[in-house]
């Protein structure tokens, strides 16, 4: 190949190539290229339709003299049988793919161009063509997910703050009940009503704090993937009157959403537990229409995020650095 012009099309914005003249002529002769097509080789000042170079196609070979740029090299004459795109007894894995659409100019990506301005051209590879990679990129990046210092979760301390929590309501409330049926409340009694119902508000004061530091360590696992919000804000804002309305459906179903976009892009947390995005969302709708639906759906949704948390905190480290998401 090195004694023959080297052959680039673009096509709806990838650059295909290097080409020989034989297998341009078979791509015409095809209909794989069309005179529309932008095609360049070293020599040439731009990028120019196929129409314009002389004997690619019969038509334009007989109208005369070639439009070509200066220097650019010609194909040669079309001939029945001409050899087809192969390397090493394989067919080349990417040829140019019907016609090119109207403005395919504007879209024609020239070759890289060394310091002597001469087209280094993409690498080749067992037959295979390398294309560009500047135009897209990989929707499954692997990589390995970057690991905070996130301490692990107990689920166990939130639920037994609620239970002893409920469990002291209910004896304060019995007691505060049976006292009420005496003509003279006895002040033992009021006592124990009074303990009872201080011990059960202390212990849904631990359940709430231990919630939002769960919440604060769920959203600080995402905090180096590219989270949208901080773990701070995450739970600062909910102690904002009336906006914290809006701000739990940000907190809460927003991190089931990013946990499972997030985690996606990395190898080793692909397959780690996804978070059920309809019982967030439906923990923070009823939180504001049916509340006591709403404080039972907390177990699972306190549950999931736990969950997630460990597997973070308890994951091997790995040796790859992390993979940017798209």
Same mark, same amino acid.
């Given at each position: ?14 650059q ?28 040439? #000042?731009?990028?120019?339709? *196929?129409? &314009?170079?002389? !004997?690619?196609?019969? /038509?334009a =070979? @007989?109208?005369?003299?070639? %439009?070509?740029?200066?220097g650019?090299?010609?194909?040669a004459a ?9 390397? #090493?007894?394989?067919?080349? *894995?990417? &040829?140019p793919? !019907?016609?090119?659409r /109207?403005? =395919? @100019?504007?879209?024609?990506? %020239? ?5 002597a ?7 080749t590879?067992r ?15 692997a990589g ?12 166990g ?5 609620i ?47 231990f ?10 696992c995402l ?48 397959r ?35 969950t997630?948390?460990?597997?973070i905190?308890r ?8 993979v940017?998401?798209?």
């Amino acid at each position: 190949m090195s004694q023959q012009t080297q052959w680039y099309v673009s096509q709806e914005g990838q650059q295909l190539g290097p080409y020989t003249d034989e297998q341009m002529v078979s791509f015409a002769q095809g209909g794989n290229i069309t005179r529309q097509s932008m095609v360049w080789a070293e020599g040439m #000042a731009d990028w120019l339709p *196929a129409a &314009q170079i002389n !004997g690619l196609f019969p /038509a334009a =070979a @007989a109208t005369g003299p070639g %439009r070509a740029a200066p220097g650019a090299a010609r194909p040669a004459a079309a001939a029945r049988g001409a050899a087809q795109p192969a390397a #090493a007894g394989r067919a080349v *894995a990417t &040829q140019p793919a !019907g016609p090119s659409r /109207a403005g =395919a @100019a504007a879209t024609a990506v %020239r070759p890289t161009q060394g310091p002597a301005g001469r087209s280094s051209g993409p690498a080749t590879s067992r037959g295979h063509q390398t294309q560009p990679q500047a135009h897209t990129q990989s929707q499954t990046d692997a990589g390995a997910f970057p690991r905070p210092p996130v301490p692990v979760a107990s689920f166990g301390m939130f639920a037994g703050a609620i239970a002893l929590g409920l469990v002291f309501g209910i004896i304060g409330g019995v007691v505060f009940f049976m006292a009420m049926k005496q003509a003279q409340p006895d002040p033992a009694m009021m006592i124990v009503v009074t303990a009872c119902l201080s011990v059960a508000g202390l212990c849904m004061l631990l359940a709430q704090i231990f919630g939002m530091i769960n919440l604060y360590r769920a959203w600080l696992c995402l905090s180096r993937a590219g989270a949208s919000i901080s773990p701070g804000m995450a739970v600062g804002l909910l102690f904002v009157p009336v906006f914290n309305i809006y701000w739990s459906f940000r907190a809460f179903y927003g991190f089931a959403q990013e946990w499972n976009r997030l985690t996606y892009y990395y190898e080793d947390t692909r397959r780690g537990p996804k978070m059920s995005e309809g019982l967030f969302l439906a923990f923070c709708i009823l939180g504001l229409v049916l509340p006591p639906v709403s404080f039972i759906l907390i177990f699972p949704v306190m549950s999931s995020m736990c969950t997630a948390i460990n597997f973070i905190a308890r994951r091997p480290l790995h040796a790859r650095g992390p993979v940017r998401p798209r």
